[in-house]
T-cell receptor
Framework: DTAVSQTPKYLVTQMGNDKSIKCEQN?????MYWYKQDSKKFLKIMFS???????INETVPNRFSPKSPDKAHLNLHINSLELGDSAVYFC????????????????FGPGTRLTVL | SQQGEEDPQALSIQEGENATMNCSYK?????LQWYRQNSGRGLVHLIL???NEREKHSGRLRVTLDTSKKSSSLLITASRAADTASYFC????????????WGAGTKLIIKP
């Protein structure tokens, strides 16, 4: 059973298009995340989201929007794709955390490699 | 902004040897975590160490934390070819609203 799954695994598209990446977790976790990993393997948090709060990294362009139909899903929608959006995008989840403690272990999906031409 | 920096950026050793990777960070933290990423895969959690802890073990892994030096080390003993991967440290801290902030990773290659 896959704990955190993402689709598609590969996404090749033209500049200017709109695309979505889907993420699902079957761990019963309260919090889900989207990360971007660039070509140098540097990981950057984009969003974290639970039932109560959406935390947005302020450096993320507003072309990126998370959409959560329910607690088990957090999809990433990207408008007007640009060349610089090419990267690997990871979804992750964790148990909710207590104030002042932060998340413990995060479970990652396999990643979606986005290539913008 | 980037919080952690791993050192070295790349490490190549013979199978059976021990591998040590270091992570330095800039601000006070709540906890520090180590993850492994195999090529083309997602990240896998290895160990979490809290700011009031100094050392933790898990199988062949040993993690130390020195909050006075703002650094952590990951030791893999008796390395195996399957340990070949990139290893990342990540910290949570008040300044980041307790979200994980990641280092750039150490690429470890175990030669058979």
């Amino acid at each position: 059973d896959t704990a955190v799954s993402q689709t598609p695994k590969y996404l090749v598209t033209q500049m200017g298009n709109d695309k979505s990446i889907k993420c699902e977790q079957n761990l019963g976790h309260d919090t889900m995340y989207w990360y971007k990993q660039d070509s140098k393997k540097f990981l950057k948090i984009m969003f974290s989201y639970n039932n109560k709060e959406l935390i947005i990294n302020e450096t993320v362009p507003n072309r990126f929007s998370p959409k959560s139909p329910d607690k088990a899903h957090l999809n990433l929608h990207i408008n007007s794709l640009e060349l610089g959006d090419s990267a690997v995008y990871f979804c992750a989840s964790s148990q909710d955390w207590s104030v002042g403690q932060g998340p413990d272990e995060q479970f990652f999906g396999p990643g979606t490699r986005l290539t913008v031409l | 902004s980037q919080q952690g920096e791993e050192d070295p950026q790349a490490l190549s050793i013979q199978e059976g040897e021990n591998a040590t990777m270091n992570c330095s960070y800039k601000t006070s933290i709540n906890n520090l975590q180590w993850y492994r990423q195999n090529s083309g895969r997602g990240l896998v959690h290895l160990i979490l160490i809290r700011s009031n802890e100094r050392e933790k073990h898990s199988g062949r892994l040993r993690v130390t934390l020195d909050t006075s030096k703002k650094s952590s080390s990951l030791l893999i003993t008796a390395s195996r070819a399957a340990d070949t991967a990139s290893y990342f440290c990540a910290t949570t801290a008040l300044y980041s609203n307790y979200q994980l902030i990641w280092g750039a990773g150490t690429k470890l290659i175990i030669k058979p």
